[in-house]
T-cell receptor, first 112, second 114 residues
Framework: DGGITQSPKYLFRKEGQNVTLSCEQN?????MYWYRQDPGQGLRLIYY???????QKGDIAEGYSVSREKKESFPLTVTSAQKNPTAFYLC???????????FGDGTRLSIL | DQQVKQNSPSLSVQEGRISILNCDYTNSMFDYFLWYKKYPAEGPTFLISISSIKDKNEDGRFTVFLNKSAKHLSLHIVPSQPGDSAVYFC?????????????FGKGTHLIIQP
């Protein structure tokens, strides 16, 4: 089955630690995206990548980093510089710029 | 400053009736609009989209209307079914299909009453 896999579904970390969220897709999509959702809020764009080895900052990139070494993988690192990291993180992909984005089921990150 | 606004946090509709969800935007550069449906603890699911060159797009029970002069779009669901109960997000892009990412509203929680 083709799709977007985010793991783990729930993640707990101590304050001050970096943490990496996984996003893998087997849809052969070129573009991948990371969004963050807070309670009662819409999704906000963190980073996106339109092609391998290239990525761009979104609206709220501070405190986050990404890499795109492989087409199918777009991991997101939440660094200790992110002041309020507790949120629901969603990864998405699309085949090209004229197709809608499809989302994974998200990772809920909680900082203890 | 919110560029995509969904002013109704929640909406309750009787099963079988029409559900109308509204969305307003402020950025005149937006040229592609989408609606997503989201259940708790899951990712959003794409429902329907519309390009700014059209004013209506229909897919089964779902129709999206776009009024560019008013910077307003709406999603009509008819007839409404219990499985339609979810949070609906309006999203917009100024880069064709969303190549540079989407701007989302805060969502409207649709509740279908039996």
């Amino acid at each position: 089955d083709g799709g977007i896999t985010q793991s783990p579904k729930y993640l707990f970390r101590k304050e001050g630690q970096n943490v990496t969220l996984s996003c893998e897709q087997n849809l052969n999509h070129d573009a991948m995206y990371w969004y963050r959702q807070d309670p009662g809020q819409g999704l906000r764009l963190i980073y996106y990548s339109q092609i391998v080895n290239d990525f761009q900052k979104g609206d709220i990139a501070e405190g986050y980093s990404v890499s795109r070494e492989k087409k199918e993988s777009f991991p997101l690192t939440v660094t200790s510089a992110q002041k309020n990291p507790t949120a629901f993180y969603l990864c998405a992909s699309s085949p090209d710029s004229n197709q809608p984005q499809h989302f994974g089921d998200g990772t809920r990150l909680s900082i203890l | 400053d919110q560029q995509v606004k969904q002013n109704s946090p929640s909406l309750s509709v009787q099963e079988g009736r029409i559900s109308i969800l509204n969305c307003d935007y402020t950025n005149s550069m937006f040229d592609y609009f989408l609606w997503y449906k989201k259940y708790p603890a899951e990712g959003p699911t794409f429902l329907i989209s519309i390009s700014s060159i059209k004013d209506k797009n229909e897919d089964g029970r779902f129709t999206v209307f776009l009024n560019k002069s008013a910077k307003h779009l709406s999603l009509h669901i008819v007839p409404s079914q219990p499985g339609d109960s979810a949070v609906y997000f309006c999203a917009a892009s100024d880069s064709g299909g969303g190549a540079d990412g989407l701007t989302f509203g805060k969502g409207t929680h649709l509740i279908i009453q039996p």
